[in-house]
């Protein structure tokens, strides 16, 4: 079935690199997001890669695709306080369907 | 441009009430989703629509739960009646094309 994991929390220093980990299952997926929810809002899409890709890079983002284990993560260089969200990934499974399978989500604290 | 708008934020009911949510997409987004968020998880989609079809509603529990999206822009999602167990955000989204936007949720609360 589908399924995408996360560990639940994170901790790190401001200024320091945060690394968020996500595993899923199903090798189909076709496109792979991270999304940031502060409290009390909606989520907000920040980054996306294609499954044909290994990287991206979108200024402090990094994101790493390990088709192979499926295995995503993202990168937050010089993470900031305003950095301290629940951050989730998901999976979109079949190309054009627009489900998502999301993660369980990993709460990152960013410590001053 | 506005975004999603969701309300009422918040809502407190006691069990066997019926509850309602509304949504209004982005202007333009053909496709809406309702979500349901349980605490410390990930979103769990309900429903989509495609205009004011629902094309998938696999997940929604049909015994309780209804929605409907008259003229393909605003939706509702309604409760009837409310168990203890749908305490819980519930999320609308649209999208005009893969990338979906949130609205802030409805946090519902069954007493």
């Known amino acids: 079935g589908e399924d995408v994991e996360q560990s639940l929390f994170l901790s790190v220093r401001e200024g320091d690199s945060s690394v968020i980990n996500c595993t899923y299952t199903?090798?189909?997926?076709?496109?792979l997001y991270w999304y940031k929810q502060e409290p009390g809002a909606g989520l907000q899409l920040l980054t996306y890669i294609f499954s044909n890709m290994d990287m991206k890079q979108d200024q402090r983002l990094t994101v790493l695709l390990n088709k192979k284990d499926k295995h995503l993560s993202l990168r937050i260089a010089d993470t900031q306080t305003g950095d301290s969200a629940i951050y989730f990934c998901?999976?979109?499974?079949?190309?054009?369907?627009?489900?998502?399978?999301f993660g369980t989500g990993t709460r990152l604290k960013v410590l001053a | 441009e506005a975004g999603v708008v969701q309300s009422p934020r918040y809502k407190i009911i006691e069990k066997k009430q019926p509850v309602a949510f509304w949504c209004n997409p982005i202007s333009g987004h053909n496709t809406l989703y309702w979500y349901r968020q349980n605490l410390g998880q990930g979103p769990e989609l309900l429903i989509r629509?495609?205009?004011?079809?629902?094309?998938?509603d696999s997940q929604l529990p049909k015994d309780r739960f209804s929605a409907e999206r008259l003229k393909g822009v605003d939706s509702t999602l309604k409760i009837q009646p409310a168990e203890l167990g749908d305490s819980a955000v519930y999320l609308c989204?649209?999208?005009?094309?893969?990338?979906?936007?949130f609205g802030p949720g409805t946090r519902l609360t069954v007493l």
């Open positions: 199903d090798s189909s997926s076709t496109y």
């Open positions: 998901a999976e979109s499974p079949t190309s054009g369907t627009y489900k998502y399978i």
């Open positions: 989204a649209s999208s005009l094309m893969d990338e979906q936007f």
């Open positions: 629509y495609e205009n004011e079809e629902a094309v998938d």
